[in-house]
């Protein structure tokens, strides 16, 4: 069996943690391994006040991520072994993790995401994508649930197209998913992480204090009435921190600011 430490590649540029997913012999699908792999990588992550952005991609061209692996799947059904629910086993919802990470997170789509591959994207903030990179969610021809996609997919593009893309399971093209919100910028193939560190640098010549409160406050008001969004304090305020003394002091005095994260 393949090592947790050979299926997730990590590596640190300054301050970002680059995460690759490395099983293109299974189109970068995820197993148990990887899932668990995932989850630990996005924890350390928003854990470590060095990594300010992370970025997440995979190996080769043809795919992001393609989803559950089907075979070993399809291996375990014909030997009897049940089948766990997402939200009923020990381990967190890898989706759920990603998605609430206090770090600003970047999927760089190398290749197509399919399946819970998209709905791994989708958990992430921003997405930059090759321009032959497709993206569908083939659930309902697959007896499947989709169930992360079913709750975010409405939410970030309009109702009729997230419900065209669940009932019908067809893929759509990379401008159609740009058009429609689902990624931020196309790029050439194999620009995207190129691209997505890019942005990642950017991000990181930013405050890390005004990030992560960005960051908290949009996850945690995510559905809740304004007047009660608005009164959210979540983690350190930029409005008391050094950050905030420093950000002014270095505008005035026409210089980069030397950010603390306090």
């Known amino acids: ?153 409405p939410r970030m593009i309009p109702s009729g197209i997230a419900y065209e893309m669940l009932y019908l399971g067809e893929y759509i093209n990379a401008e159609d998913a740009r058009r429609w919100g689902l990624v931020n910028r196309i790029v050439p193939r194999g620009e995207a992480l190129a691209e997505a560190l890019r942005m990642a640098e950017a991000i990181c010549e930013n405050a890390p204090v005004s990030l992560r409160r960005m960051k908290e406050t949009a996850i945690r008001s995510n559905g809740l009435p304004v007047p009660a969004a608005l009164r959210l304090n979540e983690g350190i305020s930029p409005y008391s921190s050094e950050d905030r003394v420093e950000g002014i002091r270095a505008y005035v005095e026409k210089r980069k600011p030397v950010w603390r994260g306090r």
């Open 1 to 153: 069996m393949t090592e947790p430490s050979d299926i997730l590649l990590s590596e640190m540029r300054g301050h970002i943690r680059i995460l690759t997913i490395n099983r293109p012999e299974r189109m970068n699908a995820l197993s148990p391994e990887l899932s668990e792999a995932l989850i630990e990588a996005f924890v350390e992550s928003g854990a470590d006040p060095d990594i300010r952005a992370i970025v997440l991609t995979s190996v080769g061209d043809r795919a992001f991520c393609a989803g559950a692996d089907l075979k070993a799947r399809a291996q375990e059904d014909a030997a009897g072994k049940p089948f766990q629910p997402l939200l009923s086993r020990v381990q967190r919802y890898v989706f759920e993790v990603v998605y609430e990470t206090i770090k600003p997170t970047i999927a760089a789509l190398n290749g197509s995401a399919v399946a819970g591959g998209l709905e791994l994207a989708l958990a992430c903030d921003m997405r930059v994508a090759a321009e032959h990179a497709l993206f569908g969610l083939p659930e309902a021809k697959r007896g499947k649930g989709a169930h992360f996609a079913n709750v975010m997919l």
